[in-house]
């Protein structure tokens, strides 16, 4: 896999209530990812851009939800979001990242 690609495979931290208590609890970290994301993709990508060791990821596609707008109708936008658990011992500082 190309380090280019992997650089593009997560968009962005989510952060949430239950992506917190997963953090606190588990050490597990939300992200936002691309549509065609993989979880071999995501692992690689964490390994590579926050030198930390994964133990497992899960993903998520998160579906659209109607939205409304006076009597203007429409939805938000689907996106994928992972799950990713580290070993023992490893964190992530996005303060420092």
Excluded: C
Aim: net charge positive; glycine share 4%; proline share 3%.
């Amino acid at each position: 896999m190309k380090q280019e690609r992997l650089m593009h495979i997560i968009l962005r931290p989510y952060m949430s209530e239950k992506a917190s208590l997963g953090t606190e609890k588990r050490s597990e970290y939300a992200f936002e990812v691309r549509k065609n994301a993989t979880k071999p993709d995501v692992k690689n990508a964490v390994e590579l851009l926050f030198k930390t060791e994964v133990e497992s990821v899960r993903i998520v596609n998160v579906k659209t939800k109607p939205k409304r707008f006076g009597q203007i109708q429409g939805k938000s936008k689907a996106w994928k979001k992972a799950y990713v658990k580290l070993k023992s011992g490893q964190a992530i500082d996005f303060a420092t990242v």
